[in-house]
């Protein structure tokens, strides 16, 4: 019997999201309001509707959120 071969599938993140569930395609709306709304920070919630809703290059998004400053997270 052969090893089974397992290929990694990479799909483009505009692909990814497009294809999830509501919770990441439709909550980053809400969620990006509400921090607004209570003056938090929210980078990575502000990163994907940016990829989502402004047309933001996936790549430079996560290049935002791997290059900024690190911050206490409490």
Not at 1 to 25: E, F, K, N, Q, S
Not at 35 to 40: D, P, Q, T, V, Y
Not at 63 to 68: D, E, K
Request: glycine residues 6%.
């Amino acid at each position: 019997m052969t090893p089974l071969l397992i290929r990694p599938v990479v799909r483009g993140v505009r692909y990814v999201l497009a294809h999830t569930p509501g919770l990441v395609r439709y909550g980053s709306k809400p969620t990006r309001e509400l921090a607004k709304e209570h003056k938090l920070e929210a980078p990575i919630t502000e990163e994907v509707y940016q990829v989502l809703y402004e047309d933001r290059e996936p790549k430079v998004g996560v290049r935002n959120l791997m290059t900024r400053q690190p911050k206490s997270e409490t």
